[in-house]
């Protein structure tokens, strides 16, 4: 991507040049962004370290030859390369809380995350209640960090059959302190977590359908395949989670499943479970929870 440079000179001018050049190439976006704006608007302000949630400041700031340069060689990897912005940047955020991502994991975003705070109040009881909780599939950790600040009373398994994908977790559980209370386990679901019993258990499993995958715009390639891969339907994962889960479950327990865009898949494979599913600000059916008693009848 060439730039005529020495007619951009404040933050404004290269903000437009950038959602110009965004909507040019037709990126795909997704990856904490929804936008071109919202993406140009991030990534520029990431360059030039200026908070990233105060834009209108600094939009008549004129920017230095240095920063113009590095700038420009930001953008331009995102258009070329097809980078998601979040590995550009090496971070990724979920509401207040900031995580380091890098392409060993998929880049956090999850419905489950809106819910944690209060919103399975009406399935889990007190906070308090909740002394033990697994997070599978945990990839870069962020959903057991969520778990660890929404129910401070419990200890947290987090699981994840990648290496690579843990390796990154440990970095960012280790960032917020939480190395005392959240344990990180490889594993393929619930294979090496014999004896193990808890009253949460919350999953964002791979379930990308084999038919989207195929058709995945370029950002999303850069993903690893596992985290991403459901097999035909989308529900590999998601069987073997539901399947032995009252094994894992205790009595009173809770399981929380995230399943994208496959309710339809969902209700077919498990037409007899009564499942709850919980609306969010931007989804009504994209995750279910159940109950352990409801699991065993």
């Not at 991403?228 to 327990?253: E, T, W």
Request: glycine fraction near 4%; hydrophobic fraction near 45%; include cysteine.
């Amino acid at each position: 991507m060439s730039a005529p440079a020495h007619e951009l000179t404040t933050l404004r001018d290269w903000l437009r040049y950038a959602v110009s050049r965004f909507n040019e190439a037709e990126l795909a976006f997704g990856h904490g962004t929804q936008s071109a704006w919202d993406e140009a608007a991030y990534l520029l302000l990431h360059a030039l370290h200026l908070p990233i949630d105060r834009l209108e400041p600094f939009l008549d700031a004129t920017l230095t030859q240095q920063e113009r340069i590095a700038v420009h060689e930001l953008l331009t990897r995102r258009i070329d390369e097809r980078i998601p912005a979040a590995y550009l940047t090496r971070e990724a955020w979920l509401g207040a809380f900031r995580f380091y991502v890098d392409e060993r994991v998929i880049v956090p975003r999850s419905f489950i995350a809106e819910l944690l705070p209060d919103g399975l109040a009406a399935f889990v009881g007190d906070r308090e209640d909740v002394r033990t909780a697994l997070d599978l599939c945990t990839g870069s950790g962020c959903l057991a960090i969520l778990l660890a600040a929404a129910f401070t009373d419990a200890d947290i398994d987090a699981v994840d059959l990648s290496s690579d994908a843990l390796a990154v977790a440990q970095r960012n559980v280790s960032d917020y302190g939480l190395a005392d209370r959240i344990n990180l386990i490889r594993s393929d679901v619930y294979a090496n977590l014999a004896g193990k019993n808890y009253d949460l258990i919350i999953s964002n499993p791979p379930y990308v359908t084999a038919m989207a995958m195929d058709e995945l715009p370029a950002e999303y390639r850069h993903e690893p395949r596992l985290a991403l891969a459901g097999g035909d339907d989308g529900l590999d994962v998601v069987r073997a989670i539901v399947k032995d889960a009252p094994k894992y479950l205790n009595p009173q327990g809770m399981l929380v499943v995230e399943i994208g865009h496959n309710r339809n898949a969902v209700d077919a494979a498990f037409p007899r479970l009564p499942l709850i599913w919980l609306a969010t600000a931007s989804a009504e059916d994209s995750v279910f929870a159940i109950r352990r008693e409801d699991l065993v009848r």
